[in-house]
């Protein structure tokens, strides 16, 4: 069965620093993809940045980048810079590329940017 | 206009209750999710529909009912609705299986 696993309920860092927040998977499969989508408090969910696992290279998105890990099914997310807008829910997903659709999000990590 | 709408955005109803949320989208994607989210326990899949014709069950479906009513909607239904079924109920779209989901504003749903 897949899981994700979030291991931080809560975070918080100051505004301008750098932010790094934790996520593994579990899964069988070669071939998927992952995600982190962020839910500010007006509840809208956005996708912050995907991650396909057959490239190596991480993705990036100007000031958000990923850490991803195969072989250790980990894939971390680093805010730079962060900014008081940042302060949200962030959820970690994985996203199988069989046959069988299934999509499991983690359990989410608050992150809460102070002034 | 938002790509993807629910209605309502909040509810409030009695246990017993028949419910229906509705979702809409004008993204042009065959591909439709309701998901429900709870405090601690992130996003759930409920049901999912990879066309007019395709509706599959996810990880939760005891309980609940859909419809998808043409490729632009797709409907939860609770048909008798019971207090453990108060959460937040997301609606998703995406282009095909491997794309992201573009996602409702969610209709929160209490039932007393």
């Known amino acids: 069965a897949q899981t994700v696993t979030q291991s931080q309920p809560e975070m918080s860092v100051q505004e301008a620093e750098t932010v790094t927040l934790s996520c593994t998977y579990d899964?069988?499969?070669?071939?998927?993809?992952l995600f982190w989508y962020k839910q500010p408090p007006s509840r809208q969910m956005i996708l912050v940045i995907r991650?396909?696992?057959?490239?190596?290279q991480n993705a990036t998105e100007n000031r958000f980048s990923v850490n991803f890990q195969k072989a250790a099914k980990s894939f971390s997310l680093k805010i730079s810079d962060s900014q008081l807008g940042d302060t949200a829910m962030y959820f970690c997903a994985h996203h199988s590329g069989g046959s069988n659709y299934k999509l499991t999000f983690g359990k989410g990590t608050l992150l809460t940017v102070n002034p | 206009d938002a790509d993807v709408t629910q209605t309502p955005r909040n509810r409030i109803t009695k246990t017993g209750k028949r419910i229906m949320l509705e979702c809409s989208q004008t993204?042009?994607?065959?591909?439709m999710y309701w998901y429900r989210q709870d405090p601690g326990l992130g996003l759930r899949l409920i049901y999912y529909s990879f066309d007019v014709k395709d509706i599959n069950k996810g990880e939760i479906s005891d309980g609940y009912s859909v419809s998808r009513q043409a490729q632009a909607k797709f409907s939860l239904s609770l048909e008798s609705a019971i207090p453990n079924q108060t959460a937040l109920y997301f609606c998703?779209?995406?282009?095909?299986?491997?794309?992201?989901?573009?996602f409702g504003p969610g209709t929160r749903l209490t039932v007393l």
């Open positions: 993204k042009g994607h065959d591909r």
């Open positions: 991650q396909e696992a057959y490239k190596q």
């Open positions: 998703a779209t995406s282009e095909s299986r491997d794309d992201e989901q573009f």
């Open positions: 899964t069988s499969e070669n071939n998927y993809y």
